[in-house]
């Protein structure tokens, strides 16, 4: 687990929006790709989402494509996970993470099948969603 200051979980109703953001130390976050992952009980880690290190580029999962929005303020060391249109299956702990990976990975989302790319994150923020 790593330092990150996670912030921005909580409840709310199907429809509805939340906006996680994670702030890392500078060296952990300058030059790396940045993401999230969820793990929900009794169900597989899930790597939702992830940008590249100028944020010219993401990668997110087809369950939260289209309503979900990852984005970095570099000045801030800071990544955002912009999520509307919330579903109950959405409901999981909500991890900021750090991939250790090259460009084309961070863009492909290849870092998702790596054992390993899930290490380098924070202690997570619960997001619920009931209807």
């Known amino acids: 687990v790593l330092e990150f200051v996670e912030s921005g979980g909580g409840s709310v109703q199907v429809g509805g929006s939340l906006r996680l953001s994670c702030e890392a130390p500078?060296?952990?976050?300058?030059?790396?790709?940045m993401g999230w992952f969820r793990q929900a009980p009794e169900k597989e880690r899930e790597g939702i989402a992830s940008?590249?290190?100028?944020?010219?580029?993401?990668y997110y999962a087809a369950s939260v494509k289209g309503r979900f929005t990852i984005s970095r303020d570099n000045a801030k060391n800071t990544i955002y996970l912009q999520m509307d249109r919330l579903k109950a299956e959405d409901t999981a702990m909500y991890y900021c993470?750090?991939?250790?990976?090259?460009?084309?990975?961070?863009?492909?989302?290849?870092?998702?099948?790596?054992?390993?790319?899930?290490?380098?994150r924070g202690r997570g923020t619960q997001v619920t969603v009931s209807s």
């Open positions: 940008i590249s290190p100028g944020g010219d580029y993401t």
């Open positions: 993470a750090v991939f250790p990976v090259e460009d084309s990975a961070c863009f492909s989302g290849s870092w998702s099948f790596v054992e390993d790319n899930y290490k380098y």
């Open positions: 500078g060296y952990i976050y300058n030059g790396n790709c």
